[in-house]
């Protein structure tokens, strides 16, 4: 099916590291969300985004909703310990998608302490 | 607010047989998605229903059903089941089908 190109695939970090990952797209976006999913759990709603060129900021997470409308940025200043897990981006296309959230294929962020 | 709920959690079946999958939105929620997660395909989309309509439909065959009702309770229906059918099944709520909230999912294993 229709995935979003998210990269990087996985990180490796030190603790008190900034984190940067992105997802594009060769189509155009309504809606960004970001989700951070751990193990055995559903997907937790970090960041939305609802326009072109909108910068939004949850405690140390930052994201960006791209202006062309075909990518997002999540940015993650000073990782802790407790960041590890898969983060997904998602995107929601126009008025005849609704409900339909397409997925990057997930950046699994791993913290050294 | 209580969030998404999701029954079972875990569900073990054969091949074969037919499962129904639970979900209670948020309250005031009413447009339910249903995402099924594997590791080779990621997170793709089911089907979303909004005030007992079903609004949008994924690229899944028929086997694959759902419902919603007056209180906005989704259910998802697999028939004859395969063992690709093995996955965590998700449902998202959302007041009107964009931000949408995550439950914990169901874990089904066919053997």
């Known amino acids: 099916g229709q995935q979003l190109n998210q990269s990087p695939q996985s990180m490796f970090i030190q603790e008190g590291e900034d984190v940067s990952m992105n997802c594009t797209s060769s189509?155009?976006?309504?809606?960004w969300l970001w989700y951070k999913q751990e193990p055995g759990e559903g997907p937790v709603l970090l960041i939305a985004l609802y326009k072109a060129g909108e910068l939004t900021s949850n405690g140390r997470l930052t994201a960006q909703f791209g202006i062309t409308r075909k990518d997002s940025f999540l940015n993650i200043s000073a990782s802790i310990p407790s960041d590890v897990g898969i983060y997904f981006c998602a995107g929601l296309r126009g008025s005849s998608n609704t409900g339909k959230l397409i997925f990057g294929q997930g950046t699994t962020l791993q913290v050294k302490p | 607010k209580a969030g998404v709920t999701q029954t079972p959690r875990y569900l073990i079946k054969t091949r074969g047989q037919q499962v129904t999958l639970s979900c209670s939105p948020i309250s005031g929620h009413r447009s339910v998605s249903w995402y099924q997660q594997t590791p080779g395909q990621g997170l793709q989309f089911l089907f979303e229903?909004?005030?007992?309509?079903?609004?949008n439909k994924g690229n899944f065959p028929g086997r694959f059903s759902g419902r919603q009702f007056s209180n906005s309770r989704s259910e998802m229906n697999v028939s004859t089941l395969e063992l690709g059918d093995s996955a965590l099944y998700l449902c998202?709520?959302?007041?009107?089908?964009?931000?949408?909230?995550f439950g914990p999912g169901t874990r089904l294993t066919v053997l």
């Open positions: 998202a709520s959302s007041p009107s089908g964009d931000t949408q909230y």
């Open positions: 229903y909004f005030s007992e309509t079903q609004r």
């Open positions: 189509s155009i976006f309504n809606t």
